[in-house]
């Protein structure tokens, strides 16, 4: 099989004109392609900044940014299946730490990846808003330890909040 064909394997999303979007929580469109660097230690980021999800009490939609950033094993997540993955959290009801540790949840199940953390910087509701945080380092491997530190210092320098 050629490198291109090698390439798009798997990959159903990207081009189609006709991606339906899932109206609840679908982890099954997230896609993979294989990393053609694996020996290579890099960071990849997503910025997502319209992440919604509801409220599982009130039912009220919540907004935020949700960064994502990892270091790819073998596989790495196709961009517009996650878009689709993360819009699907429109009418799914989730507390926000819920809604990141699923996020990276997922994508360690799909991925594998070397380390992830995603950081979910949800807006004001209430008067409050909340960041939570979550990341995860391959057990037995140098990133397990480096996600322990970066976990324990992970805003040591929080940014100034004006009503964001």
Known sequence: MSRENLEKEGIT???????????????EVLETFLNKHPDNDYF??????EFT????????PDFATITISYVPGEKMVESKSLKLYLFSFRNHGDFHEDCVNIIMKDLIRLMDPKYIEVWGKFTP??????????NYGKAGTRWEEIAWK??????MYPEKIDNR
């Not at 990849?44 to 900044?49: D, G, M, Q, R, T």
């Not at 999800?53 to 009220?60: A, D, R, V």
């Not at 970066?150 to 805003?155: A, F, G, K, M, S």
């Open 44 to 49: 990849v980021k997503f910025n997502c900044p």
């Open 13 to 27: 999303l990207l081009g189609n004109q006709k991606v339906k979007y899932p109206d609840n929580y679908a982890p």
């Open 125 to 134: 509701r209430g008067g409050i808003s909340i960041d939570p945080y979550c």
């Open 53 to 60: 999800s509801l409220c599982p009490i009130t039912g009220q």
């Open 150 to 155: 970066r976990l324990t210092e992970h805003d």
